[in-house]
């Protein structure tokens, strides 16, 4: 294995070899995850308030990260809200798979296992109407999400038009098309 550091001289490298792969591990203490793994592995971190986006990032690429959301304790400070606060990702869109559980701050708008969301940058979004009164003193949250949020503009394509809830941009509205 190379591994490359800085030194005062400039970046060196060091080569060293080891009986085993490095990665051949039960478990992984960092922010980047080097391969594959399972979703149900990762460990999410948790805090007193809201924890912002980039805890849950598992991989990052040229031009996109990936985030993953697991059922978790959340927040405990005792005014803390713990569905997500308002916001519009101004320099990313954002990709949602809801893969299990219960998306807390979806509540009501209609998505549900196997949806897909696109928030596109700048699209103000945050928790449905009564969702955050829904989730306050919740203790833990059970929903497993997978998260893609790309840093260069994307479209959809015709399949992705061909299932498109045109009512889902409304839900924050609290109405229907
Ligand atoms: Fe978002």
């Known amino acids: 294995m190379l591994v490359r550091h800085r030194t005062s001289a400039g970046i060196v490298g060091t080569r060293m070899t080891y009986a085993t792969h490095p990665f051949d591990v039960v478990g992984w203490d960092g922010c980047l995850y ?12 948790t805090g007193k308030v809201h924890q912002p986006p980039p805890v849950h990032q598992v991989f990052e690429g040229a031009g996109f ?9 959340v927040d405990y400070h005792p005014l803390a809200v713990p569905v997500p606060y308002y916001h519009s990702n101004v320099d990313s869109d954002e990709v949602m798979f809801y893969v299990a559980g219960d998306y807390e701050a979806r509540k009501g708008s209609g998505i549900g296992v196997g949806s897909v969301t696109l ?21 833990a949250f059970d929903e ?7 840093f260069r503009p994307l479209e959809l394509g ?8 045109g009512a889902y941009a409304w839900s924050w509205a609290g109405r229907r098309l």
């Open 65 to 73: 990260v990936v985030c993953a959301f697991l059922p978790r304790k």
């Open 158 to 165: 015709e399949a992705g038009r061909a299932v498109d809830d």
């Open 144 to 150: 497993t999400a997978v998260m893609v949020d790309t």
């Open 119 to 139: 928030h596109p940058g700048g699209h103000a979004h945050g928790p449905q109407p009564a969702a955050v009164e829904a989730s306050l003193g919740a203790e």
């Open 34 to 45: 080097p391969y594959t793994f399972n979703v149900e592995d990762y460990m999410p971190i």
